[in-house]
């Protein structure tokens, strides 16, 4: 029995109890054995250690579940830590909520949802929304504005296995404020269960409350209608959302009682960081140098610093005088922008960086750092949404074009007639008038006056003809 559990059941073959318990009888059988009841058998599956029984029938990812669950990262170090910003969580997500254009109404689609949680005192540090998909740029943000409102930096930060996380960038930033960077288990979200957890209350708490958000398809999308579409009910864009969520994630969820904390975590975040100490020597000043290292960079890192146009960098030209100079012309120089304002970059000359402008940098002056991240975030999903719709300009243009060169090959074709009939009538002509231009020719040059109004004498007479054999006859008339 034993023997059969191991090798028949407990495989990546998943047979089903009843069928190996068959094979046990067939075996014992050909023995001569008396084979036990099937609840006998099932009692030993089930006496089996769960968790290698599962790692054997469905994998790793399946069996994490039945994995035994730690407490303790060491045996006197908590899994949370013991004070706030010791340790740090840093996850993405994409909110169950469709946006739209505030100036055209265009659907923008679903956001991401960026969030910087304590897990000490489970307070949400962070919480950074944007339409751009997970990437280092997100998470460089989230950092920044840790500093803006708390002026420090987590000792150590745990994220998942995400590709954003190992950029130069995101590591460099790390590394100049000693955080230590913590990964994830592949496939194992226990170890981020408090970010994860944060999301779900996000969406329990704030999301599902508004209109716009798509629940509803997640249970069967064959059941939505188009009364009930999230996209057709959308209503919200991203600066009234953004606003409501920080006021959601920084007032209301902070005050609110925690179920394992038996209290809320702004009075627990308070209370341990008077207990344990502010920790003065690792405040951080939210100056131009610390937003500058913050800085993301485009795909490829450089840009080509065109005359009298500067840097292009996502389709805006950036220019500075210093840029005219000679020796740096029609070069590819290092760039970095700043998601938060779109109007300013900066570009790497001379062993430092220097502060270039666009255009639409004085249109822009006077504007919070809260607005213009608002409206460079529009503005980017405006020009992305512009870019996927390329396919469909080419194909309408394409349209146009194709009904403009059917008009033109009938119009082409009406004008081979036209000019077909007119080539007939010339020859018609010479054929009718040459005889008569010949005769007019031989006649000698004789002067008489001119007849009387209405006079047929100098009319020559000419009988009824064919037009194939007039010019035979007219020459016989000759």
């Avoid at 292009?312 to 938060?340: A, G, M």
Wanted: overall charge neutral; aromatic content about 10%.
């Amino acid at each position: 029995m034993m023997d059969l559990i191991e090798n028949e059941y407990e495989t990546d073959v998943q047979s089903g109890m009843f069928v190996v318990y068959g094979k046990l009888r067939l075996a014992c059988a050909d023995i001569g054995e008396k084979p036990p009841s099937y609840m006998t058998f099932v009692n030993y599956i089930n006496k089996r250690p769960k968790h290698e029984q599962d790692l054997k029938r469905k994998g790793s990812r399946a069996a994490y579940e039945s994995e035994p669950f730690y407490f303790h990262l060491d045996l006197d170090t908590p899994r949370h830590g013991d004070r706030p910003f010791e340790i740090c969580h840093i996850d993405e997500t994409e909110l169950d909520w469709e946006f739209i254009d505030p100036i055209t109404g265009q659907n923008f689609g679903r956001p991401w949802a960026t969030f910087l949680t304590d897990a000490f005192c489970r307070l949400i540090l962070v919480a950074y929304l944007a339409f751009e998909s997970p990437s280092y740029r997100s998470c460089m943000m989230v950092l920044r504005d840790c500093v803006r409102r708390f002026g420090r930096l987590p000792q150590m930060i745990v994220t998942d296995g995400g590709s954003a996380f190992k950029s130069t960038y995101f590591q460099c930033l790390a590394a100049s404020f000693e955080i230590t960077v913590k990964r994830r288990p592949k496939a194992k979200g226990r170890h981020g269960s408090v970010i994860e957890n944060g999301f779900g209350v996000t969406h329990k708490e704030f999301v599902y409350n508004l209109q716009g958000n798509t629940q509803l398809s997640h249970n069967d999308v064959r059941q939505v209608t188009p009364s009930h579409n999230p996209r057709n009910l959308a209503v919200w864009s991203l600066g009234p959302a953004y606003e409501r969520l920080c006021d959601w994630a920084y007032n209301r969820h902070a005050k609110q009682l925690h179920s394992t904390l038996k209290e809320s975590p702004q009075s627990l975040y308070a209370r341990t960081l008077d207990l344990t100490g502010h920790r003065n020597h690792r405040m951080i000043a939210y100056d131009e140098d610390f937003r500058v290292m913050t800085l993301p960079t485009t795909h490829k890192g450089t840009a080509r610093n065109v005359l009298n146009k500067g840097v292009r960098i996502n389709n805006e030209y950036y220019f500075h005088p210093s840029l005219i100079e000679r020796t740096l012309l029609e070069k590819d120089l290092p760039v970095k922008y700043d998601p938060y304002d779109y109007s300013t970059a900066w570009v790497y000359v001379r062993d430092k960086w220097i502060k270039c402008l666009s255009q639409d940098h004085d249109q822009l002056r006077g504007m919070t750092e809260t607005e213009l991240r608002i409206r460079s975030a529009e503005r980017a999903m405006r020009n992305t949404a512009f870019s996927r719709t390329l396919g469909e300009r080419a194909e309408e243009r394409a349209r146009g074009a194709l009904e403009d060169q059917k008009c033109e090959k009938e119009l082409a074709a009406r004008l081979a007639v036209v000019r077909a009939k007119e080539r007939e009538n010339v020859q018609i002509r010479e054929q009718i008038d040459g005889p008569f231009q010949v005769n007019k020719k031989s006649e000698p040059n004789i002067t008489k006056s001119p007849a009387p109004s209405g006079s047929t004498e100098d009319i020559p007479r000419i009988s009824p003809f064919d037009i194939a054999g007039k010019v035979n006859t007219l020459e016989e008339y000759v």
